[in-house]
C-alpha cells in the first residue's frame, strides 16, 4: 500500500516550492533552501540495493544475480511486467509480493543472515540471491 503513494513523485516537488516562495518573497533564499529539504523526502529514493527486473512472457531479467545486503535492509525490486505475477522470496518467513502488469516496485526486507532466492513466481525463473550480512 506505501508503494502507490510513491508513483508520480516528480511533479509533487515542482508545486511545493511554488507556494513557499509566493508567501514568503521578502525571504526567497530562506525559503528555497526548505523547498529543497522538502523535496529530498517526497522523493523518497530507496535505501539499500535496488534490483531492476524486467518480465516479457515467462523471459525474466536478471537470471541470479548475487548481491549483498545488511541484515534488516530494505532491497528495492522495481518490476516491469507484460503481465501481472508474483515474486517468491524464499527468506523465513518466506514473502510471496505481487506485481502488476506496467511498472511496480516492491521492498523485502531479509531479517535473518543468509543468501536468499528471489523467484518470479510463474516461470519460476530466478531472479537474484540475496546474501544478507
Known amino acids: ?6 508513483g508520480g513523485g516528480g511533479t509533487a516537488p515542482a508545486t511545493t516550492p511554488t507556494p513557499a516562495q509566493s508567501s514568503s518573497p521578502s525571504t526567497g ?3 528555497a533552501s ?3 529539504s522538502s523535496s529530498s523526502p517526497v522523493q523518497q529514493e530507496p535505501e539499500g540495493p535496488v534490483v531492476e527486473v524486467s518480465i ?3 523471459s525474466v531479467t536478471p537470471k541470479g544475480t548475487r548481491i549483498q ?3 534488516g535492509e530494505p532491497v528495492t ?3 516491469t511486467s507484460d503481465r501481472a505475477g508474483g515474486l517468491h522470496v524464499h527468506s523465513s518467513p518466506e514473502q ?12 523485502v526486507t531479509i531479517d535473518k543472515p543468509g543468501v536468499v532466492e528471489v523467484e518470479e ?8 540471491q540475496i546474501e544478507a550480512r
Open 96 to 107: 510471496t509480493p505481487e506485481f502488476s502488469e506496467g511498472t511496480t516496485t516492491i521492498q
Open 56 to 58: 516479457s512472457g515467462k
Open 29 to 31: 533564499d530562506q525559503a
Open 69 to 71: 545486503a545488511k541484515v
Open 121 to 128: 513466481h510463474e516461470s519460476d525463473a530466478l531472479i537474484v
Open 1 to 6: 500500500m506505501l508503494l502507490a503513494g510513491c
Open 77 to 79: 525490486f522495481v518490476v
Open 34 to 36: 526548505p523547498a529543497r
